[in-house]
């Protein structure tokens, strides 16, 4: 089993920056991908980031290539998704999940909110 926790949302200005991180943790933590959605009012959810959690190549929806970024600190078991550049169309709910023997695991969402 593993629990996620993130935070960091909060409102934030056009064109300012957030930082969100994503704190897991379990007796057997071994993840081997990380990745964010976001869900913003009357819309689905949607994907937003993916890294694997070793090495390889960050994956981005096109709405946010250029602008956010996604790492991980292995050493604290800890992801994180730098937003930069933001705009008002990113106000969501953001989830970070795991993937981990085959199963998905989710965490409770933070709310960041973009004003103009």
């Known amino acids: 089993q593993v629990q996620l926790v993130e935070s960091g949302g909060g409102l934030v200005q056009a064109g300012g920056s957030l930082r969100l991180s994503c704190a897991a943790s379990g007796r057997s933590f071994n993840a081997y991908a990380l990745g964010w959605f976001r869900q913003a009012p009357g819309k689905e959810r949607e994907f937003v980031a993916r890294?694997?959690?070793?090495?390889?190549?960050?994956n981005y929806a096109d709405s946010v290539k250029g602008r956010f970024t996604i790492s991980r600190d292995n050493s604290k078991n800890t992801g994180y998704l730098r937003m930069d550049s933001v705009k008002p169309e990113d106000t969501a709910v953001y989830y970070c999940?795991?993937?981990?023997?085959?199963?998905?695991?989710w965490g409770q969402g933070t709310q960041v909110t973009v004003s103009s």
């Open positions: 890294i694997a959690w070793t090495i390889g190549r960050p």
């Open positions: 999940y795991v993937d981990q023997d085959g199963m998905r695991y």
